[in-house]
């Protein structure tokens, strides 16, 4: 375990049974000099078995991972388990709290600090004690995302690309075993500083989701979040096998095609989708529109798909700026599946 962090907690990782707690960080803003931001952290422990940390609210504004986190601390007793669970339902705690993708506090977005700085902002701390004292001691990790308060994102489990064949293929294994309705490879243009890319470094199987957004929460993702945390759980040993309902569409992996995957807003405006997430587009197909609301004399912009797909993602609030996503689409995946 690293000693350069000054986070600290009362959860002893190599006990067994159930102990809910939290990773205190020292934090000394203006009202609180001596203070704590507190992390809250979970262990269940039983008898011989792989290590599996389940991640939630690392942004703070997706809220289906952390409800099924929630329920899992609450309901799971040791006897029920074969290994470990590190729960951390609500990674970035200040960010969470406000409902915001990111963290209050330092205005950072968490899952672009990793590796992280134990002696940086309070998010680059939390993604260093991460980094530095939670993965080392994993076998897997999963990562709960949903699409955010600016995006809506079809229901997905999400395979983070991996530099060898056996990390690949443990990773789309572990996946699909999540049985979600859709499987997306996102490698987020190539980005190093998720939490996810970090976990495949560290050697870890990954596994993330896309589980609905739009900064709200959706029954129907709660409940894929729930059969998906579950049936990974029993991939890996964890749960006892459980009968897994059949998928409800393809075993197909989609991915997010590069920079033509995304329809961005060439000018402020307020954007009005014309196809419904879940439709297949075709490249030059009309998309959407950008209005001027105060110009009622100036025509809309049309926008048009760059790539043919599914539409996969869309954008939730209609006030746009030059640069922002409106709308993502994924088609069969390139890049190396073994
Ligand atoms: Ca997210």
């Known amino acids: 375990m690293s000693k350069k962090t000054t986070a600290y907690t ?27 931001t ?17 991640q939630g609210g690392n942004h703070g504004d997706e809220y289906e991972g952390p409800i099924v986190l929630g ?18 339902p609500a990674i970035n705690s200040p960010a969470v709290s406000a409902g915001r993708r990111t963290s209050p506090v330092d205005g950072l977005n968490l899952n672009r600090t990793f590796p992280g700085d134990h002696n940086g902002t309070i998010t680059q701390q939390i993604s260093a004690y991460i980094n530095d004292v ?16 600016s995006l809506h994102i079809m229901p997905s489990a999400i395979i983070e690309p991996a530099p060898t064949p056996e990390a690949r293929r443990r990773n789309i294994e572990a996946v699909l075993a999540f049985n979600a309705p859709l499987t997306v490879v996102v490698d987020n243009n190539g980005e190093s500083r998720t939490a996810s890319a970090a976990s495949v470094r560290a050697g870890l199987v990954t596994v993330g989701t896309e589980l609905g957004g739009g900064g709200t929460v959706s029954p129907e993702a709660v409940e894929i979040c729930r059969q998906g945390v ?12 459980r009968p897994v ?13 590069g920079p ?27 998309a959407g529109r950008i209005h001027y609301l105060t110009n009622p004399g100036q025509p809309p912009t ?15 609030p209609g006030r746009v700026e030059p640069g922002n996503c409106c709308l993502v689409v994924a088609n069969e995946y390139k890049g190396k599946l073994q």
């Open 260 to 286: 033509e995957g995304f329809v961005i807003a060439p000018q402020a405006g307020v954007f009005e989708p014309l196809v419904q997430a879940g439709s297949w587009v075709h490249a030059g197909q009309l």
């Open 10 to 36: 009362t959860i002893d990782f190599e006990k067994s049974g159930k102990q809910i707690g939290f990773v205190d960080i020292p934090h000394s803003p203006h009202e609180d000099a001596w203070g704590r």
């Open 134 to 149: 939670i993965y080392p001691q994993a076998d897997a990790f999963v990562d709960l995302h949903s699409g955010g308060s």
């Open 71 to 88: 329920e899992l601390v609450r309901e799971l007793t040791p006897e029920k388990i074969q290994g470990r669970l590190i729960i951390l």
């Open 38 to 54: 507190r992390i809250p952290l979970a262990v269940i422990a039983n008898g011989r078995g792989p290590t599996v940390i389940l």
């Open 230 to 241: 579950h049936n990974v759980l029993a991939h890996f040993g964890v749960l006892p096998p």
């Open 302 to 316: 049309d926008l048009f798909f760059d790539a043919d797909g599914l539409l996969y993602g869309r954008r939730q």
């Open 245 to 257: 309902a059949p998928r409800n569409e393809n075993r197909r992996i989609l991915g997010i095609p």
